[in-house]
């Protein structure tokens, strides 16, 4: 690509003399000097420490710190200087306007968007192209796409139109999907109707009938149709292998030690491109007498709002395959006749999302895997990535360059699919020499082993969850960003939020492509009066926020209409909500008023607070709604409970290791600490107590209301400690009924001296 720029720079009457930029004879000089920085800042990146257990090991060391601050900091003046030069906003920096690293990694995309988007245009000048097309008719092919390496001498191309790997000029392939996509705010179904190798079968589909005709009085009826009905709902969303994947057990091969069986070199190792049934059908037949094999996906996420999985590689001993599973995305479920074969062991590296990957798209399970990410964890080999035990076991450098490329694009250069295959070519010799080494780690016995299979055991368990929208679903991206907003901000906040959110359905966008969130936090800051203001908040601007600009412009104004708040902090959302209603949707208040609600949701608050603090000692004083509170109030399970030292509370070991779990983000947070600092943080913490219960520990407790400002209420300061550290949702044990009749909405409580 870089060929006809240099003629064009070569070809007038330059002096041999002149330099094509200070230093440089010529674009190749140039060019050169740039890959070799390129590439030696790439490798550099690849030895820093990991992130997880590694980094968070080497972070208690202060030198360690001092280093990653002057070094950070550099990096990011660097990269702020080179944003600049190229137009695009760079607060790298400031830290004051940006808070999170999310929110600095749009920032990053976003500038490599514009610089690639002006690199394109650029090239396309050079080789004679304008951009702006004319309007094509219907039918119309564009014209074909080539795709050329920087560094690789180009052959001659001439007469075709060089453009750059960019996400405009690939095609939707959701377009071509038999089945529709299925975005609606409504919880994941399995996607399985045929299952293979089942211990246990398919629940069957159809919901029995309510049992009128039984002899039991209406009541009766009722109840047991209502447990079927449940008990059919369990089904619909329970893992279709659960059954099978509990009683598995590790098979024979595994409890000895393995000889390394070393792979064929990738040169010589057929490498099959599978885009038809027939060529599927086949591989899975020839997987069904195999052993073992590896499995490694390629997924896509930026144009999709769930995400696309767009390749699939598969190893055996002998062969290397690729699926096209874009074209064969409706026909991937026959690999479930080898994928939960319990005989064949399934070698992934890292699975976790791909086992998520591969239900949400395929309907694909997986028993009997074995994971060498988890291998390599239990080995202690410092570093767990593929890169390092292809290094370590094969001697191969590895490159992850095209880690986060576009795999929609088809068809797929050479370049991506010598990638793609060498992420599976080794999987199985590092599967052979991780065995061995765990062998030999537990001095011959298999004991590690059986702990890395149950690891990858209990991802397979895994089950995909689709991403709900609820009414409170924006107060968790509001508490990450730790901005505090006034009433009006926090407003615009969520309803940009939930427009966004409807608009990714429709459109099939990620959320980040229709508005990024760093985007969506200034709107929702400045409140901007006039469209262009949106605009002028949103850089690039999103083609649907242009689009739809009227529509914000009034999302915005009505926000402004909110009574101003002023809050010296908005401690925590504090969220009610029905269980119902977070599956299925939005809250139906069609027979309960607003004021009713209010009414109801903030004596039960109330009395909560007693009942924490002093105890709800005489009920003869309750008012009518305070007594409903309380019986209700009565069935819930404290929604602190998880924050409280634990008497009885079971938590599962594994619960630890699951990122989904609370206990994960809880223990991950505090791990990041030294202990010193902890200390120091425990000693604050009692002094704090102790000065708030000098100062009589009276707290003023605000409570805003869509509807306005509640309050204020006076309670304890520990009730306000308790307040602040609740920021989940607290949901009701057993007590539906009433729990349904309130239909408690939402309440955020801001708590000031
Ligand atoms: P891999 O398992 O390395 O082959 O990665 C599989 C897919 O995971 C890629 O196609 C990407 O979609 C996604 N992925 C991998 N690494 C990252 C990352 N660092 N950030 C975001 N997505 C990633
Ligand atoms: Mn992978
Ligand atoms: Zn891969």
């Not at 995400?307 to 074209?327: A, K, N, P, V, Y």
């Not at 615009?492 to 959110?501: G, Q």
């Not at 009610?576 to 069609?590: A, I, K, N, Q, V």
């Not at 290791?657 to 200390?679: A, F, G, H, M, V």
């Amino acid at each position: 690509a870089v060929k006809p720029e240099r003629r064009r720079l070569k070809a007038p009457a330059r002096p041999d003399t002149a330099e094509f930029c200070p230093g440089f004879k010529d674009v190749d000089a140039f060019v050169k000097r740039g890959l070799g920085g390129v590439v030696a800042a790439t490798k550099a990146s690849g030895l820093l420490p990991q992130a997880g257990d590694e980094f968070d090991f080497y972070r208690s060391f202060p030198g360690f710190q001092d280093f990653c601050a002057v070094q950070g900091e550099r990096l990011l003046h660097c990269m702020s200087q080179l944003m600049q030069h190229h137009g695009c906003r760079s607060f790298m920096k400031d830290r004051s306007k940006l808070t999170g690293l999310e929110e600095r990694f749009d920032l990053v995309i976003e500038s490599n968007d514009v610089i690639l988007e002006k690199v394109g245009i650029m090239l396309d000048e050079a080789s004679g192209v304008t951009r702006s097309q004319p309007v094509m008719p219907a039918g119309y092919q564009p014209p074909r796409i080539v795709v050329s390496s920087w560094n690789r001498k180009g052959n001659d191309h001439s007469g075709e139109t060089f453009h750059l790997l960019h996400a405009k000029n690939i095609q939707r392939p959701q377009l071509k999907f038999k089945e529709k996509v299925d975005n609606s705010n409504t919880p994941f179904v399995a996607k399985i109707f045929v299952k293979p190798n089942a211990i246990k079968p398919l629940p069957s589909c159809e919901l029995t009938e309510r049992p009128e005709d039984l002899d039991v009085p209406p009541a009766l009826a009722d109840f047991i149709h209502q447990l079927r009905t449940q008990e059919h709902m369990d089904d619909m969303f329970s893992h279709p292998y659960q059954y099978e994947l509990e009683h598995l057990v590790m098979p024979e091969i595994l409890r000895s030690r393995p000889d390394p069986q070393l792979y064929k070199p990738l040169a010589e190792t057929s490498c099959t491109f599978i885009e038809t049934l027939e060529d599927l059908v086949a591989l899975n037949e020839k997987l069904a007498k195999t052993t073992e094999f590896a499995v490694d996906l390629e997924h896509h996420s930026y144009r999709s709002f769930l995400g696309i999985t767009c390749l699939m590689q598969i190893s055996t001993r002998e062969e290397d395959f690729i699926i096209d599973t874009l074209e064969l995305r409706s026909e991937m479920y026959i690999l479930n006749e080898s994928f939960t074969d319990p005989t064949i062991v399934k070698v992934f590296h890292g699975a976790d999302s791909d086992i998520e990957w591969l239900q949400k798209d395929f309907g694909v399970y997986v028993v009997n895997m074995f994971d060498t990410h988890h291998a390599a964890r239990s080995l202690n080999l410092g570093r767990n990535s593929l890169d390092h035990l292809l290094k370590l076991y094969c001697s191969v450098d590895s490159n992850k360059r095209y880690q986060l490329a576009d795999w929609r694009i088809r068809p797929l250069p050479e370049e991506m699919l010598k990638y793609a295959q060498a992420d599976t070519h080794y999987l199985l010799y590092v599967y052979d020499r991780v065995r061995a080494d765990l062998f030999d780690a537990a001095n011959g016995q298999s004991n590690l082993i059986q702990v890395v299979w149950s690891k990858s055991k209990d991802l397979c368990l895994k089950k995909y969850v689709k991403p709900i929208f609820t009414e409170e679903s924006y107060m968790e991206l509001h508490r990450k960003q730790k901005k505090s907003f006034n009433s009006q901000q926090l407003v615009a906040f969520r309803l940009l939020f939930s427009w966004r959110d409807k608009l990714a359905r429709e459109e099939d966008e990620s959320t980040g492509y229709v508005l990024p969130n760093h985007m969506m936090m200034k709107i929702a800051e400045e409140l901007p009066k006039e469209p262009q203001g949106i605009i002028a908040c949103c850089n690039p601007t999103p083609p649907l926020v242009r689009q739809q600009i009227n529509e914000l412009h009034q999302l915005i104004k009505q926000a402004r209409e909110i009574p101003l708040l002023k809050v010296s902090e908005v401690l925590s959302g504090f969220i009610l909500c029905s269980s119902e209603s977070t599956l299925f949707g939005p809250h139906d208040t069609s027979h309960v008023s607003e004021s009713d609600l209010m009414e109801l949701s903030l004596q039960v608050i109330l009395l909560f607070l007693l009942k924490e603090d002093e105890g709800v000692g005489n009920s003869g004083h309750l008012t009518v709604a305070q007594q409903k509170a309380c019986s209700i109030l009565e069935s819930f399970e404290n929604p602190f409970r998880m924050y409280l030292p634990s008497k009885d509370i079971h938590i599962s070991k594994n619960a630890k290791y699951d990122p989904s779990t609370k206990i994960y983000e809880i223990s991950n947070r505090w791990k990041l600490q030294s202990i010193e600092k902890q200390q120091k943080e425990a000693q604050a913490k009692q002094e704090a107590k102790k000065q708030a219960k000098k100062a009589k520990g009276i707290y003023r407790l605000e409570v805003c209301t869509p509807a306005g400002p509640v309050g204020p209420i006076k309670v304890s300061c520990v009730v306000g400690l308790i307040f602040s550290v609740a920021c989940g949702s607290w949901k009701p044990a057993h007590c539906r009924q009433e729990w349904d009749e309130a239909r408690l909405k939402r309440i955020n409580l801001r708590i000031k001296e």
